[in-house]
């Protein structure tokens, strides 16, 4: 499969949730799928961020702190074949600063597989708890990425994953997401899902 086939055939969306192992069997039900001329924003009043080789992001409804996934180049603008990608936070409840992630985090965020495909310059992003929304990573030039998935079962560029949290109980847990993206031809879709079993350990 060559690079214009991968492009077109790639699928599945993925996200980087805080879920807590690759043990942790996280149901995901679609409940509805939109349709729009632009990308909604689930939060408009929160800061959306968009920083050098980002390619997806993720918000949460407990504050306006964000994970942002981005990609490592090399010099030669060539992805990075042993640390391809980058995920970290950008402190919007605080002063908008950019922060690694903490030690567990790092270890929550080990659910999180980046994995050489057998076509050159493609890699899969295996979301361990929830494999049904894997992407795939493609170089289209130097120092150029595009984000292949699905959402709501067509082809799309996903760009943000939108978590609520209910926080009453002991372990906090994901109660409902949402996938946002740009189609091919123009315009947004969006992907509602209730979810079962997203407790963040």
């Known amino acids: 499969m060559n690079r214009r086939q991968l492009l077109a055939s790639s699928g599945a969306a993925a996200l980087a949730l805080p879920f807590g192992s690759a ?11 939109e349709r ?21 992001f993720i918000q949460r409804s407990t504050n306006a702190n964000t994970l942002v996934f981005a990609v490592n180049y090399n010099g030669d603008g060539s992805v990075s074949q042993s640390d391809p990608s980058h995920i970290y936070w950008r402190r919007y409840a605080s002063n908008g600063a950019r922060k690694p992630l903490k030690p567990i985090e790092r270890l929550i965020a080990g659910a999180i597989q980046v994995r050489k495909r057998p076509e050159p310059d493609a890699w899969d992003i295996i979301v361990r708890p929830m494999q049904r929304l894997n992407m795939v ?8 990425t595009q984000l292949i998935g699905h959402i709501g079962g067509v082809r799309a560029r996903p760009i943000y994953c939108y978590a609520d949290v209910d926080e009453s109980g002991l372990i906090p847990r994901v109660t409902a997401l949402s996938m946002h993206g740009l189609l091919p031809g123009g315009g947004a879709i969006s992907e509602y899902y209730s979810v079962a079993g997203g407790q963040i350990r």
């Open 36 to 56: 729009n001329a632009r990308l909604p924003l689930v939060r408009p009043d929160w800061p959306v961020p968009d920083d050098p080789n980002q390619k997806f």
């Open 137 to 144: 990573v493609i170089q289209t030039g130097p120092h150029e």
């Open 23 to 33: 043990a942790d069997a996280a149901q995901l039900t679609s409940v509805r799928v």
